[in-house]
């Protein structure tokens, strides 16, 4: 049992695994892998048989690379470090805080692997992994890995389940909830709290139980509530968690409520926009009046402007041209007359 610790200071119980199942792991992927480059191989040398020596020699290195530490480092990044080999038998790689494994992680794994596995023939990976208490290889120890077991052997699963709990059990704890102080939990006892409930399904029973006594006796000597007979550490701890969620939720929205809803109709008031000053019009000066100026001798002022001519008086309008004379009264007597 390896003491995985979490950056909030939880303790998982996760069980490691040894050489025997490692190797037997490490040999199915590599006879998977090397059965996927032989017939890339055989395929690549039918359709470039046209190649020469030196060119067939640079794509066997390539394809060797690409199925010896391109592949697996994808998988494994892909899969959250579970190859085929770790999922025949129920292992994963993950970090040593138990997080999952990202893409440096396994490149830092892969490349390593190659010289471990391939180049120097696995001896270095066994006798590390012999001598280790976790059963690390060099690859897990430059990369700050570690191998464990999902599923443990003969516990049906790894996963832990919790009792059921009577329903009037739950109703007379749900009583001393309301009544319980919570101000004395400091926060880090909180995130312990969150962290293992939300590792439930993932511990083994005896670690699950283990870790929630631990928690739910400092829990309940910071509110002097202890955890009553019959009831799972884990549900007590799960209760109380529930009860600060719902005091934080209704406080928040007491101070929404008391900061009061932004009418709909209210609109900022807008600036006024400031309005240029108006233009000063320039002094006149009357007609004939000389006008000096300033710092010139007498001899170089300007002579005095002209008084203004009156304006010509605007002529008459144009009489109307004289009509043509009506028929129906007799012409001025011209000395003649018209026919009769």
Avoid at 160 to 166: I, Y
């Amino acid at each position: 049992m390896s003491d995985l610790v979490t950056g909030e200071a939880v303790v998982l119980g996760l069980q490691t695994a040894k050489l025997p199942s490692r190797a037997l792991a490490i040999v199915i992927d590599l006879l998977v892998e090397f059965a996927a480059l032989l017939v890339f191989t055989l395929v690549l040398s039918v359709a470039l048989i046209g190649l020469d020596n030196a060119a067939l020699a640079a794509t066997m290195i390539g394809l060797t690379v690409f199925f010896m530490v391109a592949v697996p480092v994808m998988i494994e990044t892909l899969t959250r470090g579970r190859s085929l080999g770790k999922a025949a038998l129920g292992l994963r790689v993950v970090r040593t805080d138990g997080g999952p494994v990202r893409f440096r992680h396994s490149l830092v794994r892969g490349l390593v692997g190659f010289f471990e596995m391939i180049v120097l023939t696995g001896a270095p990976a066994v006798i590390t992994s012999a001598v280790h208490s976790d059963g690390k290889r060099l690859g897990d120890i430059f990369a700050g890995t570690v191998v464990v077991r999902e599923r443990t052997p003969g516990a049906g699963g790894s996963a832990a389940s919790l009792p059921p709990v009577h329903p009037q059990l739950l109703q007379a704890m749900g009583h001393e909830l309301v009544a319980m102080d919570l101000s004395a939990v400091p926060e880090p006892l909180w995130l312990a709290i969150r962290q293992l409930l939300g590792r439930v399904g993932q511990l083994d029973p005896a670690v699950m139980n283990q870790m929630s006594t631990r928690l739910a006796g400092d829990l309940s000597a910071k509110i002097g509530h202890p955890v009553a007979p019959g009831l799972h550490p884990a549900a007590y701890l799960g209760a109380v968690l529930t009860e600060r969620q719902r005091r934080e939720w209704t406080r928040a929205r007491e101070q929404q409520w008391a900061a009061g809803p932004i009418p709909a109709g209210a609109v900022p008031a807008q600036p006024v926009p400031a309005q240029a000053p108006a233009p000063v019009p320039a002094p006149t000066v009357p007609a004939g009046r000389p006008t000096r100026v300033l710092g010139l001798p007498p001899q170089q002022q300007p002579a005095p402007m002209p008084p203004a001519v009156p304006a010509a008086p605007a002529a008459p309008a144009p009489t109307a041209a004289p009509t043509a004379p009506s028929l129906d009264k007799p012409a001025a007597d011209t000395g003649f007359a018209p026919p009769a």
